[in-house]
């Protein structure tokens, strides 16, 4: 699975962004997806995950109730709507593919990854 992540960009804190990963080369419907985000000097991290159906998610505490995940099998794509931003989001984002079927958090647990997107959000 190849993944094409776009997307980010400079927005002011309380703004809307919305990031996509495109994906091609396999049945993107059997995997799992996830977006992490990395900081230069910590580790990545998850932000938010789904399954390969699209029916179970899963965010971190830090993003609940701003960032929504959803993956459009149909056109191979998933997406993470982020909402409400605030300047401790700033970070590259990541989409990554998993095989396992079910929600992963761990950036151990995928095995593809799409390059990152710059996302800064200013105070």
């Known amino acids: 699975v190849q993944l094409q992540a776009s997307g980010g960009g400079l927005v002011q804190a309380g703004g809307s962004l919305g990031l996509s990963c495109a994906a091609s080369g396999r049945t993107f419907s059997r995997y799992s997806m996830g977006w992490f985000r990395q900081d230069p000097g910590k580790e990545r991290e998850i932000v938010a995950a789904i399954s390969w159906s699209g029916g179970m998610t899963s965010y971190a505490d830090s993003v609940k109730g701003r960032f929504t995940i959803s993956k459009d099998n149909a056109n191979d794509m998933v997406y993470l709507q982020m909402n409400s931003l605030k300047p401790e989001d700033t970070a590259v984002y990541y989409c990554?593919?998993?095989?396992?079927?079910?929600?992963?958090?761990?950036?151990?647990?995928?095995?593809?990854w799409g390059q990152g997107t710059q996302v800064t959000v200013s105070s």
């Open positions: 990554a593919a998993t095989r396992l079927l079910g929600v992963s958090t761990s950036p151990h647990q995928y095995d593809y």
